[in-house]
Nanobody, 129 residues
Framework: QLALVESGGGLVQPGGSLRLSCAAP????????VAWFRKTPGKYREGVSC????????RSTDIGKGRFAISRDNANNTVWLQMDNLDPEDTAVYYC??????????????????????WGQGTQVTIST
């Protein structure tokens, strides 16, 4: 069983930056496909960015393109989500998710929540003046 722990959320002003981290104490995130999602009240869960298992290639949805970047830090067993030029509409709880299912590991990562069997508790990001 993989335990995911997100951190790095907080309150920042519009235009600011945050870096979220996803850690897996006692496990190696290198062995998983990993994605970031977010959810706001009254909205469905949205995919933000993901990183493949096989080649560590990355993808972002329109939410993250040009502003968010996901990366693996294998030395620290962490997956980062760097978020720049934040907007109040980015206010949400951000979740890290991971999968070790064979049919997920050996394809390009996608943003179907059902693809990922492990989820963290989330970290709150608030963009406000």
């Amino acid at each position: 069983q993989l335990a995911l722990v997100e951190s790095g959320g907080g309150l920042v002003q519009p235009g600011g930056s945050l870096r979220l981290s996803c850690a897996a104490p006692g496990s190696s995130l290198e062995q998983y496909a990993v994605a970031w999602f977010r959810k706001t009240p009254g909205k469905y869960r949205e995919g933000v960015s993901c990183v493949n298992f096989a080649d560590s290639g990355t993808r972002s949805t329109d939410i993250g393109k040009g502003r968010f970047a996901i990366s693996r830090d294998n030395a620290n067993n962490t997956v980062w989500l760097q978020m720049d030029n934040l907007d109040p509409e980015d206010t949400a709880v951000y979740y890290c998710a991971a999968s070790e299912r064979p049919w997920i590991l050996f394809r390009v990562c996608e943003f179907q929540a059902n693809d990922y069997e492990y989820w963290g508790q989330g970290t709150q990001v608030t963009i406000s003046t």
